[in-house]
């Protein structure tokens, strides 16, 4: 985490890492740049990252997001990225059983290659595609229970659950951090409400 300057109050660096075409780029372009959602973005080659500022707690927190590729050959070079990070977005696409497959190598990876205590979200996109559906929410959300992680169904497309899951990764960190440095006594840790669409018709859920 980097110093506070005029423009925030805390820096957090977090990865976005899975397996390609998992719609990795649409979230980080949707994420940072708030771009419409584009289906013929061109995969990242290695990385890239921009900032967001994210208000939550009353502070400012600068979310440095990397997105990488999910090619076996540029997993060496991705790696020294992953230095210093305070969280990682996992990524699957649950109409690619395949993608949810590999989350446990990705796991492997990252404990093998990654920041130890670093925070992991595992994220099920691509949720308003529910007709071609073939990873359940259940099935999402019990791996995540198993291995420790936060667990979201969203799309980058519609931005269902978007900003939501937005707001608790920052809020998250933030809270981990001042847990680790001071008492978090008598801050007033402020709740992030659910979206307020009605998320049954498309199948983007929240655990």
Known sequence: ?????????????????????????????????????????????????????????????????????????????????????????LVYDITNRDSFLHVHDWLRYWRRSGERGARIFLIGNKCDLEDEREVSFEEGRLLAE?????????????????????????KELLIEFIKENESIGGNNVSHIPKNKEDNSKSGCNIW
């Open 1 to 89: 985490m980097s110093r506070p300057n005029k423009s925030y109050d805390f820096q957090f660096k977090v990865m976005i890492v899975g397996d390609s075409k998992t719609g990795k780029s649409n979230i980080f372009e949707r994420f940072l740049r708030e771009r419409d959602w584009n289906s013929n973005l061109i995969p990242t080659v290695a990385v890239d990252f921009l900032k967001r500022i994210v208000p939550v707690l009353d502070k400012r927190i600068s979310l440095q997001v990397w997105d990488t590729s999910g090619a076996e050959r540029f997993r060496s070079l991705v790696s020294m990225y992953y230095k210093e990070s305070r969280g990682v977005l």
């Open 146 to 170: 198993e291995k420790g992680m936060k667990f979201f169904e969203i799309s980058a497309r519609t931005l269902e659950n978007f900003n939501y899951m937005v707001g608790v990764l920052a």
